[in-house]
Structure formats: structure tokens, C-alpha cells
């Protein structure tokens, strides 16, 4: 079992920045590829971005791309999201995920292990 536990998140106004840390209980195949979702009130939970374990690889969704920036260090066994020009439909539960595989993914259900999520509210 992987713990899992994000923090960083607030409220803060539009244009503005936030970094998200999420911090592995252990660094073992079950954390290859991390992730982060975020699900907003009455809203499925999406894909933001994710990482491999190296940390050369990474994916965005659309939505957040030239924004946001996902990386990992290793030997802290976390993951990091700098989430820059914040808008007001960022808003939600961020959620950090590890998943046992060596290939990233973008659906929710590849991945294992999840955090409690950490909420981000964007004023306008």
C-alpha cells in the first residue's frame, strides 16, 4: 500500500501561482508514474498532468499546457505541480496518483494508489 499525501493548495486570485507537492510513502514500482487529477464540483474527475520516473517524460492535458509543470524528486519521493496564471476554472480537488507501470497514462483508472486531494480555489 502507497500513502499518499498532497499539500500546497489554497485559494488565490486569478494570474496567480501555487505549487502542489504530493510526498510518496515509498519509492518502489508502485510509484513509476505519478500523476494529478483534479475533479471540480459536479465535474468528473480529469487528467492534469503526469510524470515518469525518470522525469524526462511528461503529459498535460490540453487545458493546462504552458501553465502548469509537473516534476518528481526521487530521492524525496515526491511529486510537484507549479501551477502558473491560475483561472478561476482551475478550481477544484486536486488529487496526486501513482501507478505501477513504466508507461504514463491519462485515464483515471490506470492508476493504483491515491491521495486525499488538496483544494484549489482561483478567484476571479
Known amino acids: 500500500q502507497v500513502h499518499l499525501v498532497e499539500s500546497g493548495g489554497g485559494l488565490v486570485q486569478a494570474g496567480d501561482s501555487l505549487r502542489l507537492s504530493c510526498a510518496a510513502s515509498?519509492?518502489?514500482?508502485?510509484?513509476?508514474?505519478m500523476g494529478w487529477f483534479r475533479q471540480a464540483p459536479g465535474k468528473e474527475r480529469e487528467f492534469v498532468a503526469a510524470?515518469?520516473?525518470?522525469?524526462?517524460?511528461?503529459f498535460y492535458a490540453d487545458s493546462v499546457k504552458g501553465r502548469f509543470t509537473i516534476s518528481r524528486d526521487n530521492a524525496k519521493n515526491t511529486v510537484y505541480l507549479q501551477m502558473n496564471s491560475l483561472k478561476p476554472e482551475d478550481t477544484a480537488v486536486y488529487y496526486c496518483?501513482?501507478?505501477?507501470?513504466?508507461?504514463?497514462?491519462?485515464?483515471?483508472?490506470?492508476?493504483?494508489?491515491w491521495g486525499q486531494g488538496t483544494q484549489v480555489t482561483v478567484s476571479s
Open positions: 515509498e519509492r518502489t514500482f508502485r510509484t513509476y508514474t
Open positions: 496518483a501513482t501507478r505501477a507501470n513504466m508507461r504514463v497514462a491519462t485515464t483515471s483508472t490506470a492508476y493504483d494508489y
Open positions: 510524470v515518469n520516473l525518470s522525469g524526462d517524460s511528461t
